[in-house]
């Protein structure tokens, strides 16, 4: 019985020699030590023998088990290790070669003109206010001072979800919303998109974006209007910039005024963009109408303020020399990253 279990120790350590996986290794472990294994079968046959016999095979066993276990040990680290240069290997990296060029995105024109906005009144003092895209009749039309009979109200001009529900056509059904939820005075900002039955063309889109912008203070006038839009405008276009008032009609504003600049490309000399007017429209604004305060609950006898809309689509087209607003919409990566 010991000159098997030299035997064994020598096959062992041979067969291990020649082991190249570690699914090798396991095998030969299974073979030798495993329930079944070769040593395990020395241990149970010693249940025959004598006491002395019985201890000096058992120690000679244990002996060899340890020997063979330690060859394994030794040859998985082995094998390991060679594994793992041989993958380091396959894996090196030449520091060298050029890399891979991440593809940077842009925002979109549309995006940057609202955030360039925003940024200009958040300077100001102003914060940022949301209204949903569905809203009440009340709060797009009636809140807002607009007679039975206006244009707007119109299936041909609005998007009715029911008598009483319309996807709003201007973000200035916020502002009631604002007034009912906000405690004056406040100053706040209001993008957001709109929606028209308009026949897509070059200046035309059935969905936009506008910014309102709406006050309510005590002794709010229309100076504070004006400057407040000649700062925007000078802050937007350029630090030379001029803004002309001219007098128009709103049923939420009274007084109101359409606001024209002076045209950024040719300085007012007249030129394409400005149709050789030298100004260029961009936005409607006015004081308040008392009736829209009294339909938001404000104490009209206590407070003013003013409301400003514009079109985030007409002035990105004026500020980038855009001539087709369908561009902004059929997402081709060429046009946009043109703004980068």
């Not at 003092?125 to 109200?153: K, Q, W």
Request: glycine share 8%; with cysteine.
């Amino acid at each position: 019985m010991q000159e098997r279990l030299k035997k064994m120790l020598e096959e062992a350590r041979e067969q291990l020699s020649a082991a190249n996986t570690e699914k090798e290794a396991e095998e030969i472990r299974i073979r030798f030590l495993g329930k079944k294994g070769q040593i395990t079968e020395v241990l149970r046959s010693m249940g025959k023998l004598a006491p002395e016999e019985k201890k000096e095979l058992g120690k000679a066993a244990n002996e060899v088990k340890e020997k063979i276990a330690a060859a394994l040990e030794e040859r998985a680290n082995a094998i390991k290790e060679r594994v793992k240069l041989e993958k380091l290997a396959a894996e090196t990296i030449d520091v060298t070669e050029p890399g891979v060029k991440e593809k940077i995105g842009v925002k979109h024109p549309i995006t940057q003109v609202i955030d360039e906005i925003t940024d200009i009144f958040r300077s100001m003092g102003y914060s940022v206010y949301e209204g949903p895209d569905i809203d009440t009749v009340f709060n797009t039309f009636d809140g807002l001072n607009a007679p039975a009979t206006h244009p707007a109200r119109d299936m041909s001009d609005t998007f009715y979800i029911s008598k009483d529900i319309v996807i709003r056509p201007h973000t200035s059904s916020a502002e009631i919303r604002a007034e009912k939820e906000l405690s004056p005075p406040y100053m706040i900002v209001i993008p957001g998109r709109c929606y028209r039955c308009d026949t897509p063309d070059a200046t035309h889109s059935h969905t936009f974006h506008q910014i309102e912008m709406m006050v309510v203070g005590e002794d709010i006038t229309m100076a504070d209007l004006k400057g407040t839009l000649d700062l925007m405008a000078k802050k937007l276009f350029g630090p030379k910039t001029m803004t002309k008032f001219r007098p128009h009609h709103f049923p939420f504003t009274e007084p109101s005024a359409e606001m024209d600049v002076s045209c950024f490309k040719c300085g007012g000399k007249g030129c394409n963009v400005c149709k050789g007017s030298g100004w260029i429209e961009i936005l409607g604004c006015g004081m308040t109408h008392p009736h829209v305060h009294e339909a938001g609950g404000i104490d009209t006898n206590k407070y003013t303020g003013f409301a400003v809309g514009m079109g985030v689509e007409r002035i990105a087209m004026l500020k980038y020399g855009i001539d087709d607003i369908r561009l902004l919409y059929e997402n081709d990566t060429r046009f946009i990253e043109q703004f980068k």
